[in-house]
């Protein structure tokens, strides 16, 4: 079974419009004389790889370590598709994926809300980009509450770059951060 990495690295990951970067500095480190090596770091949950919770548009929706992990992992599918896409890009393309979507489009694929209404409606329990959004800025709000109202989980900020299209197995678990409203996550396909 091959295994494929296709998590973005915290460190060198852009950061989303003004959203502080990650850094990290050394506490403790063997090259200054200490015993042991010890890292800080400093970053918004949104760095890197990550998935958000319903938290993070809805008030009073589940948090991160209340998300159910079973929609993290399991078959999904892999396409690469460019621009904007509307519901009736979605109505053509969900008949041929599983119900874990991972969106190809080399940073710039976003869901139009149209989109977000279709995937609900087809009962996709994840969709995944390796743009550092689901949506562009004018509807990011009302495409993040129509996937997360509906129980989709969004995975952000992929690196799908060696990825060919197909279906695969998908493990996508965030960290346990409790009451937060996204978690950096270690995201990794299967392929046999």
Not at 148 to 159: F, K
């Amino acid at each position: 079974m091959k295994m494929i990495d296709i998590t973005v690295e915290a460190f060198t990951s852009p950061s989303y419009a003004e959203d502080p970067p990650a850094k990290f500095k050394w506490h403790k480190s063997i090259d200054s004389g200490d015993d042991y090596n010890l890292s800080v770091f400093r970053m918004t949950p949104h760095t890197g790889t990550h998935i958000d919770a319903p938290s993070h548009f809805i008030e009073g929706a589940e948090n991160i370590d209340e998300i159910d992990l079973t929609k993290c992992f399991g078959k999904c599918t892999v396409v690469t598709i460019q621009g904007v896409l509307t519901g009736e890009d979605m109505d053509e393309l969900l008949p041929y994926c599983k119900k874990r979507l991972l969106i190809h489009g080399e940073g710039e694929a976003v869901l139009e809300l149209s989109a977000a209404r279709v995937l609900a409606e087809h009962g996709i329990k994840l969709i995944g980009t390796d743009a550092i959004s689901i949506s562009f800025y004018k509807q990011e709000a009302e495409v993040h509450r129509e996937l997360l109202s509906n129980g989709i989980v969004i995975l952000e900020n992929l690196n799908l770059d060696d990825v060919p299209d197909g279906d695969y197995m998908l493990s996508a678990l965030p960290i346990k951060l409790g009451g937060l409203e996204a978690a950096p996550t270690r995201a990794v396909l299967f392929k046999s």
